[in-house]
């Protein structure tokens, strides 16, 4: 198999235009420029040039494509533990794509592309300083800086190439930085995997540790902790459980890391939690005026994100509305999270309950609002004045019609009745002087995970040691724990612990899952949401009361055994009785149009399509992007 090396477009065509020009006009000193020869020389050019690769992995955290997040369509959108919604089956349609596996699902698909370059990007920014800094024996690692930074640089290109492997298959597999002549061609899947792992082995050795489970310095870089985390998960998403125990342990026994208190599990994913001792590596956001005005995490800006169409906000999160998804939690999450652990520290800080949601303290002053009551006349308003919510109880707040869900135009797609609050922005996140863009990082690995990795690695050698690591992560949560140490077991702690944070799929694939697990997407019908605090009608213009169900999965709540279509509600009239969910299922076709996962086409993205339409496959010559199976 042939070893390719990359150097981006931009370069490539630079130097086309410059072979074109007379070569006298471009001997021209430049000042404030270094040229390419004298830079990669000093210590201070490895970290600069490692800075450059770091500052590539912040990018596929920010905004690739679009105002919504691309890794996490990516990484997420095709497991079963969320709806990926828009305002409507129309909107968001490249998320969607891959959420429902819909037949529209094609390799032009623009969040696939974007992450597939950002990996390749991270690549030929981390071959740049091993190039320079390593060379092909070592020999210009002459100084313990340059040493750490090409250690570095190491487990930055294997883990892009364990992305890749892990959704592509077969990607190129990059060395080397070379001229933009080469032809990158499909890796052979073994050799991929086996340079994954040496790298981070290599790797390790020439990292310092974290400096204790206090060194918030130490969990925003790659180090030795980090690198043996990589390792191990390489080693089991590649099936070497017996080595992967032994890489794992390293992290374990290294005290280094720990779990945060379960009291505390909801803290992971602000800015109150990073750098704490679950953290291994995490991406660091700066408020930086190269990264924006406000700082890195713009795409925050869309509270829509998580709370779309909310009349208001709660007053834990932004209180600035934009456009974007509506991303639930599916049925199918919320059901088994409920069963395993319903109250846990874990379910309360990953999910909550529409009902939940409206009754928790909301920024809103005594006001005096125009109401619609039940009955109304031609929509004659009466004015009541309503409490401040710090006033109010629980009962007062679910009658309170300045909060709760804007349907006055549409019921709220994809949505059945519980929201996911695992990632939703803190007021505590926002950076200096902003109402929207956020500066907490973002995890890349976490203790959690490397618990669960060592778990499922004992479990499939029959190794009982991995009961406790299981344990510890579930006991953490404030859910049961287990008497034994079971795939089956491991597969449903990670599951829960690891909800949305790109584990899932690539897990229901290895483990041979993911024709069952995701066979109701575009398979069964979509949920909508409205809410009983508004009077619902039929055609007629008689009045509808919901009536409460147990559906064949074993969910319970309210619904109206009618067409969608032939119950209206202006969401304005108020039908007397409380803010509670409706939830109403209707097909949107896709199923029927072909949608929905097949085996031997979707285990793998497909190769975007300007790499293989650029990069034809030629198997004489060995060259070229070979497209997937099925795509």
Wanted: aromatic share 12%; proline share 4%.
């Amino acid at each position: 198999m042939k070893k390719i090396a990359i150097i981006s477009l931009a370069c490539t065509a630079a130097l086309m235009t410059l072979a074109s020009c007379d070569q006298s006009l471009l001997d021209i000193p430049q000042k404030g420029v270094v040229a390419y020869e004298s830079f990669y020389k000093t210590d201070e050019d490895a970290e600069s040039a490692l800075v450059s690769a770091y500052a590539n992995v912040v990018k596929m955290y920010g905004k690739l494509t679009s105002n919504t997040p691309s890794y996490n369509i990516f990484f997420n959108a095709a497991g079963d533990e969320l709806y990926w919604g828009g305002s409507k089956k129309e909107d968001h349609i490249a998320a969607l794509e891959i959420n429902e596996f819909r037949s529209t699902f094609e390799s032009t698909n623009g969040h696939l592309a974007a992450m597939y370059n950002t990996f390749y990007e991270i690549i030929y920014k981390s071959s740049l300083v091993i190039d320079n800094f390593y060379g092909e024996d070592g020999s210009l690692c002459d100084s313990p800086v340059k040493k750490r930074c090409v250690a570095e640089a190491r487990v930055l290109r294997a883990w892009a190439h364990m992305q890749l492997a892990c959704f592509y298959g077969t990607p190129p597999l990059v060395t080397h930085v070379l001229d933009g002549n080469a032809k990158p061609t499909n890796s052979d899947k073994e050799e991929l995997w086996k340079f994954i792992i040496d790298e981070l082995k290599t790797a390790a050795e020439d990292l310092p540790a974290r400096g204790g489970k206090n060194d918030k310095d130490g969990a925003v870089k790659i180090t030795q902790g980090a690198a043996y985390a990589f390792l191990g998960k390489a080693q089991v998403l590649h099936g070497d459980y017996a080595d992967a125990k032994v890489s794992l342990k390293k992290v374990i026994d290294s005290g280094n890391y720990d779990l945060v208190p379960g009291e505390r599990i909801g803290e992971l994913f602000h800015m109150a939690g990073d750098g704490c001792e679950e953290k291994i590596f995490e991406v660091n956001a700066v408020d930086a005026e190269k990264y924006g005005k406000n700082g890195r995490w713009d795409f925050q800006a869309n509270q829509s994100l998580f709370f779309r169409q909310m009349s208001k906000f709660p007053s834990f999160t932004l209180q600035s509305v934009g456009w974007g998804n509506n991303m639930a939690p599916t049925e199918k999450f919320v059901k088994a999270m409920l069963d395993n652990e319903k109250g846990s520290y874990r379910q309360k800080a990953w999910i909550i309950s529409y009902e939940d949601l409206l009754q928790l303290p909301y920024p809103m002053k005594e006001s005096t609002e125009k109401v619609v009551l039940p009955g109304a006349v031609d929509g004659e308003t009466t004015k009541i004045t309503y409490k401040a919510d710090a006033d109010m109880t629980p009962e007062e707040k679910l009658m309170d019609p300045r909060r709760g869900l804007d349907i006055t135009a549409k019921d709220l797609y994809a949505n059945c009745g519980w929201f996911f609050i695992k990632l939703v922005p803190w007021q505590s996140d926002l950076n200096d002087n902003a109402t929207r863009q956020t500066g907490e990082n973002k995890i890349v690995m976490r203790y959690a995970e490397v618990l669960l990795l060592y778990a499922e690695a004992c479990a499939q050698t029959g190794d009982n040691d991995g009961l406790e690591a299981l344990n510890k992560v579930a006991r953490r949560a404030g859910a049961p724990t287990y008497s034994s140490l079971t795939m089956d077991n491991v597969k449903k702690e990670k599951w829960f612990e690891m909800a949305w944070e790109g584990c899932r799929f690539v897990d229901l694939v290895r483990w041979g899952d993911a024709a069952k697990e995701l066979a109701f997407r575009s398979k069964t019908k979509t949920p909508y949401l409205r809410d009983d605090f508004y009077r619902n009608y039929d055609k007629s213009g008689n009045v509808i009361i919901p009536t409460e169900i147990t559906d064949e999965m074993g969910m319970t709540y309210f619904t109206i055994a009618k067409e969608r279509a032939d119950v209206k509600c202006d969401g304005k009239e108020t039908s007397g009785r409380p803010h509670k969910a409706i939830i109403m299922w209707e097909d949107d076709g896709w199923g029927a149009k072909g949608g929905g996962f097949q085996t031997g086409k979707h285990e793998l993205y497909p190769f975007p399509f300007d790499v293989v339409n650029n990069n034809p496959y030629d198997e004489a010559a060995g060259t070229g992007v070979k497209q997937n199976p099925g795509w």
